[in-house]
């Protein structure tokens, strides 16, 4: 069965930095692409950024391009999200998601992670 695990969240002030790990169970990593998504209260689910296994390619939304970065440790079967700059409005609960090669989620979440910024 494959399983994604989310850790690494927290509270932090604004401008403080974050590094969220997605570690993936039951297959190798390179079986998938891998994708970070948040939603914050009220609000609807976003994409964050996503990270093709096969050819190493990430993408970001705009809201987090040029503070957030995507990587991969294949050792360890981990994605990780390294937040920068962070802002109150990144505030949300981050997951990590499976991802078709066309980067749409497939249905392979893990359980999310908590992410506060205060002003």
């Known amino acids: 069965q494959v399983q994604l695990a989310e850790s690494g969240g927290g509270l932090v002030q604004a401008g403080d930095s974050l590094r969220l790990s997605c570690a993936m169970s039951?297959?190798?990593?390179?079986?998938?692409?891998i994708g970070w998504f948040r939603r914050a209260p009220g609000k609807e689910r976003e994409f964050v950024a996503a990270l093709s296994l096969r050819d190493g390619r990430a993408k970001f939304a705009d809201s987090v391009q040029g503070r957030f970065s995507i990587s991969r440790d294949t050792a360890k079967n981990t994605v990780y999200l390294q937040m920068n700059m962070l802002k109150p409005e990144d505030t949300a609960v981050y997951s990590c998601?499976?991802?078709?090669?066309?980067?749409?989620?497939?249905?392979?979440w893990g359980q999310g992670t908590q992410v506060t910024v205060s002003s």
């Open positions: 998601a499976g991802l078709s090669t066309h980067l749409i989620p497939i249905g392979l």
């Open positions: 039951g297959r190798p990593l390179s079986s998938y692409a």
